[in-house]
């Protein structure tokens, strides 16, 4: 079931959370329930700068994407209203929290520690668990960032059992809670 034909997203829709959480999965599924372009600001960053994240972080190093993620939120958070997925680095800077503060609404998608593993220990496509523990890396960020999602605007849980599909609809309900957020007309 998705967004009431009468409802209309105003803002955009900022999903922040760890490598793993669904952000881009979920995100893509609550667009099409709400009927707004979905954007991802991972692939914005790689398309400007045709290269891939990985090849960003070794080339160029975490400052210089980080800048580059700052700048693609602002352009993205400022336009049409969308579903934009974020990595999961984007929301410990302050200047970017601030910047979805002002324009749009943050969500974090909140995912517990021994599922995040689950989904992401066999992909290679995450430079910061190039390490020779990546499961203790992953405990290491998570326990770093956590503070920081926590400051997100609204929570939405997921479990081992929920669906993406699911997801969307949890985080369209919490949603309609907000009507600076979704507007009934």
């Known amino acids: 079931m998705g ?22 999965a979920v995100g893509t599924a609550l667009a099409r329930l709400l009927r707004v372009p ?13 290269r891939s994240i990985a090849e960003i972080f070794e080339r160029d190093g ?3 994407f980080r800048a580059r993620e700052s700048e693609v939120l602002a ?7 969308c579903v934009l997925s974020t ?8 200047k970017n929290r601030e910047i979805v503060a002002q324009a749009g609404v943050s969500v974090w998608l909140r995912v517990d520690i021994d599922l995040l593993w689950q989904r992401v220990r066999h992909k290679t496509t995450r430079p ?6 990546p499961r203790a890396t992953l405990q290491s960020l998570y326990e770093a960032r956590v503070p920081f999602y926590a400051l997100a605007d609204l929570v939405v849980d997921s479990a081992p059992d929920i669906s993406v599909e699911a997801m ?18």
């Open 3 to 24: 967004a009431d034909l009468t409802e209309r997203l105003k803002k955009t829709v900022v999903l922040v959370g760890m490598m793993g959480a669904g952000k881009t």
């Open 38 to 50: 979905f954007r991802d600001s991972d692939e914005e960053i790689v398309k400007a700068a045709q």
């Open 62 to 64: 975490e400052p210089f």
């Open 75 to 81: 352009r993205l958070v400022r336009g049409e209203p």
């Open 87 to 94: 990595g999961g680095g984007a929301f410990l800077s302050e």
């Open 128 to 133: 910061l668990l190039r390490t020779p523990n």
């Open 168 to 185: 969307a609809q949890r985080v369209l309900e919490t949603l309609r809670d907000h009507d600076d957020v979704l507007e009934r007309k």
